[in-house]
């Protein structure tokens, strides 16, 4: 019986790295992206599926599991990729772009974790990994909504880990630096100029396919050129006086 994978933000970048990664390895896939000719082409070119969606609104997530069900009868893997910077403004705030980037970054990750774990349930189980960020875990001034969006992300895979294993799926998040991807485009010749080093979209979907096979849930993988990914450790936080640390708080 063939695994078979979703991934969304997948015409492109990390997603159609991570597509070509699995279906390299006999993996059946699922291709979402609100870019319907990317997903056609990327789709055509592995054997999977295509579905043009914009994975901000619920419905796209539970078309697009619908079709790993209609397709394969099952599904096992879920990388929930899709991803935009936020161009926000704080100092002239735009609230239609602030919807927007909530609506891609946070929202598309909700709906698709819950569209999701009833077929990996039904299928036995499986794992979700989802693409945050190293603004996931510090302070990254250079796009304050972006970093807010990544670190709320961060939260979720962290507080669905324990429940979601007790139904047999693990979930974590990779957490990759400046990657050469679109995402970076207008800002690549700076980075090349200044002699630093980017990720590749294989060196973070090389990642993604290890956090499907073999890390702990909720597990936060730091992914650097140069270096093998590594989970991220906090450091927890105080208790109270007289009392105990909270056991969720590592």
Do not use: W
């Amino acid at each position: 019986m063939s695994t078979v994978a979703l991934i969304t933000g997948a015409a492109s970048g990390i997603g159609a790295s991570v597509v070509r990664r699995l279906a390299a390895r006999g993996v059946r896939c699922v291709v979402a992206d609100r870019d319907e000719a990317g997903a056609e082409r990327i789709a055509k070119e592995v054997g999977g599926v295509a579905l043009a969606a914009d994975v901000s609104t619920p419905e796209a997530s539970e078309r697009a599991v619908a079709l790993a069900e209609e397709q394969y009868g099952r599904l096992d893997l879920v990388h929930l990729n899709a991803g935009i910077s936020s161009g926000v403004d704080m100092a002239a705030f735009d609230l239609a772009q602030y919807r927007k980037v909530m609506g891609v970054n946070v929202d598309a990750v909700v709906f698709g974790v819950n569209a999701a774990v009833p077929l990996l349930r039904r299928s036995g189980g499986g794992a979700i990994v989802v693409t945050a960020s190293l603004a996931g875990l510090v302070g990254f001034d250079g796009d304050p909504i972006y970093t807010m969006t990544k670190h709320a992300v961060v939260g979720l895979v962290r507080a669905l880990a324990q429940p979601l294993a007790a139904q047999k799926i693990r979930i974590s998040a990779v957490c990759p630096g400046f990657t050469d991807t679109p995402l970076v485009a207008d800002m690549k010749q700076v980075f090349v100029d200044a002699g630093f080093p980017l990720l590749t979209a294989d060196d973070v979907a090389a990642a993604v396919e290890s956090g499907f096979y073999s890390v702990e849930p909720g597990s936060l993988l730091v992914v650097q050129p140069g270096r093998q990914p590594v989970p991220y450790r906090y450091a927890g936080v105080p208790g109270p006086v007289g009392g105990e640390r909270p056991p969720t708080a590592s």
